[in-house]
């Protein structure tokens, strides 16, 4: 309940104006669309008689006309209610959802005050990030954590939200590849990733075996860089049974997948494991938790 008050204490006016929204042009796309179906399902409300008889001139049938406008007329209200809530359930994803599935993903680690070394890959502008510092700052550990960013810019704008957070000083940011971390083995305590790794090797198309290997090298990353008992613990879109199997094939233990959660429109789960202190011989056990 504790790590609840958090959040709660900001209203999402607050959030939204510390962290924006990423991809803010697919909700303008949605939205605008959204609109203009609105507005042509309106039009055709308004005047649905001389749409139908503009129509019976190509029909050559008072029925046909009528029946063919008042099909468009439905799709194009449907399809506006489609749009509307597309783009609702993306800006509920991209802050609000967000945030609570930071919170259990933090909660998914038992004792944070055993943490001196975090990371957090795709960090984006810090929500996740953010949360895991607050965590730190909240049981008085000397962690800190690393937000690593594809580039300079991203860097800057994680380090002013953490800065407006009031956790700066538990935060680090790092430009690198995630596909080759710029980190020693077993270096980290925890591993955390929010709704990131799809998206590696998406220039090869989402679905191909590329894009999947690509997917894989950036898990077996994530596995390298942890220390042996650390936690690692991803919330991503699609592709999480992928990454289910790769840690087993790799050994880890105390597989846990969470319930399947909507984000961004597609099938979304958390699934947090633990690496093993010594060789495993057999493949890991995976088990459904559904308090992630």
């Not at 509307?84 to 802050?95: E, R």
């Not at 790092?174 to 990733?193: I, K």
């Not at 997917?215 to 991503?236: A, F, N, T």
Request: net charge positive; charged share 20%; proline share 3%.
């Amino acid at each position: 309940m504790g790590k609840r008050s958090s959040s709660s204490s900001k209203d999402w006016a607050q959030i939204y104006a510390i962290y924006g929204v990423d991809q803010w042009q697919t909700l303008l796309f949605l939205l605008f669309h959204a609109f203009l179906f609105s507005l042509l399902s309106l039009l055709f409300l308004l005047y649905f008689d001389p749409i139908c008889g503009y129509l019976e001139a190509f029909l050559s049938s008072t029925g046909g006309a009528r029946y063919a406008a008042g099909f468009a007329g439905t799709v194009t209200a449907i399809s506006a209610v489609c749009l509307f809530f597309a783009a609702g359930n993306f800006l509920y994803s991209a802050l609000p959802l967000h945030q609570e599935m930071a919170q259990r993903m933090v909660n998914a680690v038992s004792d944070w005050s055993a943490v001196r070394n975090a990371l957090d890959l795709g960090c984006g502008r810090g929500l996740l990030l953010n949360a895991v510092a607050t965590q730190l700052k909240k049981t008085g550990s000397s962690g800190r954590v690393v937000g690593l960013a594809p580039g300079k810019g991203v860097a800057l704008s994680t380090l002013r939200t953490a800065k407006m957070e009031g956790v700066q000083e538990y935060v680090t940011c790092r430009e690198g590849d995630v596909r080759s971390l710029p980190f020693p083995d077993n270096y980290f305590d925890v591993v955390t990733s929010a709704v990131f790794v799809h998206t590696v090797g998406k220039e090869h198309g989402p679905r191909t075996v590329e894009a999947a290997a690509e997917r894989m090298r950036v898990v077996g990353e994530l596995v390298r860089v942890l220390k042996p008992g650390g936690v690692g613990v991803v919330w991503d879109l699609l592709h999480v049974p992928e990454y289910v199997r790769k840690l087993q094939e790799l050994k880890m233990e105390e597989i846990r997948v969470s319930e399947r959660v909507t984000a961004f429109m597609v099938s979304s789960h958390v699934v947090s494991f633990r690496k093993p202190s010594q060789h495993v011989a057999g493949p890991g056990e995976v088990r459904l938790d559904w308090r992630c």
